[in-house]
């Protein structure tokens, strides 16, 4: 019987990092078609056809890699694949994936995968991530969860997921969600289905809309914002405490700048949503919604902003980006 088709492309990263020459450390250097040469296991799974799309560390990848990489998957299922395979760096996993979860409106599995050890270490788990993603990206319980990151036999939605450690390869966490499924043997095994996934629908042709990523600290007077103003920022997301509160002194400047440009309110904690109404000092969440700022609800500020970012390309009003972030990545 024919096996199942699978695109894998790779971005570059840890899982594909070796030494080079002339350079003390690793850098991204193994192909795409290297990193699935070396797991013979792939072949007995799927027909897998490997390219290298890009070879940057995930630090390096902006919207427009993503923008190109979700049209050529598109491009890929529509020709035959049965699911697609991201390998890449995992500095920057969370918010590509989520990315790739908006814009690939396809039910076909996107998995986002990659290593925590480089190959010239012991105890590697690249080769493990990539036969595991294979084997999501062929499952039929995995069709239509939109995009997951698969790592350590764990996977995760991209709306949820998070890198929470430095070095450990059990990095990732949803700590809102939790996994919503696992890889064991040769099967991968959905228990929780997520609800609320979302599309957004690029104009052929957009352009960068910086959007501006702020999180406060203790005794933050608010002076960056005058900066974000100037520098053309187009949007800001605000990383608050708590429940979504900040200093008094801040909330002026923040609600005359949300008059200018949309200013999304997120958590500084990572995790929960943005209340609306439990507090009423000033500097409190009803007090900052009062103001203009727009909840993010259940969005972290990374993905707040991604969100924001890809809205304001899409050419979305006002009204349209506050009714966007008001609906629940949830039921
Ligand atoms: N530490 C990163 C990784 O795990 C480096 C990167 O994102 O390229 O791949």
Redesign the pocket.
């Known amino acids: 019987m024919a096996l199942p088709e699978v695109a894998v492309l790779s971005l570059?990263?840890?899982?594909s990092?070796t030494q080079t020459e002339g350079r003390s450390g690793v850098a991204?250097s193994l192909t795409g078609e290297a990193l699935v040469e070396d797991v013979p296991e792939i072949s007995e799974v799927a027909e897998v056809s490997a390219d290298s799309f890009r070879q940057?560390?995930?630090?390096e990848l902006v919207l427009e890699d993503l923008i190109e990489l979700a049209a050529e998957f598109e491009g890929r299922i529509d020709t035959g694949a049965a699911g697609v395979v991201v390998t890449?760096?995992?500095?920057?996993i969370e918010e590509t994936s989520f990315v790739l979860d908006l814009l690939v409106d396809r039910d076909a599995p996107v998995v986002v995968t990659?290593?925590?050890r480089n190959p010239t270490l012991p105890g590697a788990e690249g080769p493990a991530n990539l036969l595991a993603s294979v084997r999501v990206a062929i499952s039929e319980a995995a069709r239509g969860l939109g995009a997951v990151v698969v790592l350590n036999d764990e996977i995760h939605a991209a709306r949820f997921v998070q890198k929470t450690h430095t070095s450990n390869p059990a990095t990732f966490r949803s700590p809102l969600a939790g996994p919503i499924g696992y890889v064991f043997e040769d099967n991968a095994r959905i228990v929780t289905r997520p609800v609320g996934r979302r599309h957004i629908d690029l104009p052929p042709e957009t352009q960068d809309r910086p959007v501006a990523l702020y999180t406060i600290g203790l005794g933050d007077d608010g002076r960056l914002l005058e900066f974000v103003r100037q520098s053309g920022y187009e949007g800001l997301v605000v990383e608050a405490f708590g429940v979504g509160h900040v200093h008094s002194v801040m909330t002026e400047p923040l609600g005359s700048l949300a008059n200018e440009i949309p200013v999304v309110l997120a958590s500084r904690t990572g995790s929960g949503e943005v209340h609306r109404k439990t507090y009423g000092f000033t500097g409190s969440e009803s007090d900052l919604s009062e103001r203009g700022l727009i909840n993010a609800g259940m969005l972290d500020g990374p993905k707040a902003r991604l969100f924001l970012s890809l809205l304001l390309r899409s050419g979305a009003s006002r009204e349209e980006i506050s009714g966007a972030f008001g609906l629940p990545f949830g039921a």
Do not use: H, L, R, Y
């Not at 570059?12 to 899982?15: D, F, P, S, Y």
């Not at 890449?88 to 920057?92: A, P, V, Y």
């Open positions: 570059g990263g840890t899982i990092s991204p940057v560390p995930g630090s890449q760096g995992t500095d920057s990659g290593a925590m």
